[in-house]
T-cell receptor, first 111, second 112 residues
Framework: DGGITQSPKYLFRKEGQNVTLSCEQN?????MYWYRQDPGQGLRLIYY???????QKGDIAEGYSVSREKKESFPLTVTSAQKNPTAFYLC??????????FGPGTRLTVL | GQQLNQSPQSMFIQEGEDVSMNCTSS?????WLWYKQDPGEGPVLLIA?????ELTSNGRLTAQFGITRKDSFLNISASIPSDVGIYFC????????????FGEGTQLTVNP
């Protein structure tokens, strides 16, 4: 089946540790995105990539890093510099100029 | 980034009623999208609109791209309990590449 997968669904980390969230798509989409969602709020863009080996900061990039070495994969690292990392993280992908399709999300809890 | 003004924030309706929600902006958009999100899941794309004035249906859902390109609405007819969830609008400006701007969402509750 074609789609976007995110793993794991739930992730727990101790404060001060870096953690990497996985996002994979087999839709042959050029563009991929990472969003953060806090309870009762909308989506805020962290990073996006329109092509392999290139990515741009979104609105809340501080404390996060990404890489785009393969078209199918766009992992997000939440670093210890992110002051409030507990949130629901959503990955999406799209063809250029078309609607974005979302993965199931990863809920990160920092203890 | 700029947020879209989405209203209402929440709606409580009886099963069978029709629902209408909208998004407005001071900026011009060349794409409008409507998503539904269930608790703990990723948003699902319901309808995509690419042309001013466009009216598109998907089952009981109908969405329109405003003629001024600054607004869009979503209607749900004959609501059912599984329509419960959060509905988000999203727009793409011509100058923003592939980036979307999202509304804050409309929480829909349907009473059986």
């Amino acid at each position: 089946d074609g789609g976007i997968t995110q793993s794991p669904k739930y992730l727990f980390r101790k404060e001060g540790q870096n953690v990497t969230l996985s996002c994979e798509q087999n839709l042959n989409h050029d563009a991929m995105y990472w969003y953060r969602q806090d309870p009762g709020q909308g989506l805020r863009l962290i990073y996006y990539s329109q092509i392999v080996n290139d990515f741009q900061k979104g609105d809340i990039a501080e404390g996060y890093s990404v890489s785009r070495e393969k078209k199918e994969s766009f992992p997000l690292t939440v670093t210890s510099a992110q002051k409030n990392p507990t949130a629901f993280y959503l990955c999406a992908s799209s063809r250029t100029g078309e609607g974005q399709f979302f993965g199931p999300g990863t809920r990160l809890t920092v203890l | 980034g700029q947020q879209l003004n989405q209203s209402p924030q929440s709606m409580f309706i009886q099963e069978g009623e029709d629902v209408s929600m909208n998004c407005t902006s001071s900026s011009i958009f060349n794409t409008w999208l409507w998503y539904k999100q269930d608790p703990g899941e990723g948003p699902v794309l319901l309808i995509a609109l690419y042309k001013a004035g466009e009216l598109t249906s998907n089952g009981r859902l109908t969405a329109q791209f405003g003629i001024t390109r600054k607004d869009s609405f979503l209607n749900i007819s004959a609501s059912i309990p599984s329509d419960v969830g959060i509905y988000f609008c999203a727009g793409r400006r011509e100058t923003s590449g592939s980036r979307l701007t999202f509304g804050e969402g409309t929480q829909l509750t349907v009473n059986p």
